[in-house]
């Protein structure tokens, strides 16, 4: 998918992938901000305690890091929503630093739908989608599990391309 051009990684997608990468970025942004909210798992998975067993050590910590780290995780996501053609699929070009931060936008959006899904570590993602799709192949499920194994694709592509 992603290809090293000179000094840019470049990928062609569909008008498919467009809709998908640009709901995901959507939904992130939107978490981050008007869906903010400490006891959601998701938000939980994003920004961990810093100190597990020490309360106020994690609030402390918080207190002077979690307005960068919120704005740099939205602005990772904006850099994936300002990289996509508009509405019709297209080429998209990134720089190194945009690169990076889609690698990054890409992980925040694999560790939320991660958590939606209650994907673990030892999860077998191909075992996960053949159960979802012998159970209801039209099912949200196997939506949703097939755009977190395409983010993960997208994520090792580009990821690859930065590499060579």
């Given at each position: 998918?992603?290809r090293r051009q000179g000094?840019?990684?470049?990928?062609?997608?569909?008008?498919?992938?467009?809709?998908?990468?640009?709901?995901?970025?959507?939904?992130?942004?939107?978490?981050?901000?008007?869906?903010?909210?400490?006891?959601?798992p998701v938000v939980g998975?994003?920004?961990?305690?810093?100190?597990?067993?020490?309360?106020?050590?994690?609030?402390?910590?918080?207190?002077?890091?979690?307005?960068?780290?919120?704005?740099?995780?939205?602005?990772?996501?904006?850099?994936?929503?300002?990289?996509?053609?508009?509405?019709?699929?297209?080429?998209?070009?990134?720089?190194?630093?945009?690169?990076?931060?889609?690698l990054r936008g890409l992980?925040?959006?694999?560790?939320?739908?991660?958590?939606?899904?209650?994907?673990?570590?030892?999860?077998?993602?191909?075992?996960?989608?053949?159960?979802?799709?012998?159970?209801?192949?039209?099912?949200?499920?196997?939506?949703?599990?097939?755009?977190?194994?395409?983010?993960?694709?997208?994520?090792?592509?580009?990821?690859?391309?930065?590499?060579?």
């Open positions: 998918m992603f000094e840019r990684y470049v990928a062609t997608l569909v008008v498919d992938e467009v809709r998908v990468l640009r709901k995901v970025a959507t939904e992130v942004v939107g978490l981050l901000t008007d869906g903010f909210d400490h006891t959601d998975r994003l920004f961990p305690e810093a100190y597990p067993d020490d309360s106020a050590g994690t609030a402390e910590f918080r207190k002077y890091t979690e307005g960068d780290l919120k704005t740099g995780k939205i602005d990772q996501a904006g850099a994936i929503l300002a990289a996509l053609p508009d509405s019709a699929g297209g080429e998209v070009q990134l720089d190194a630093e945009a690169a990076e931060a889609w992980n925040d959006a694999r560790l939320a739908m991660g958590v939606r899904l209650e994907i673990k570590d030892g999860t077998d993602l191909g075992a996960e989608l053949d159960e979802a799709v012998a159970a209801d192949p039209s099912s949200s499920r196997v939506f949703q599990l097939s755009v977190y194994a395409y983010l993960g694709y997208l994520q090792e592509s580009l990821l690859n391309a930065m590499l060579d």
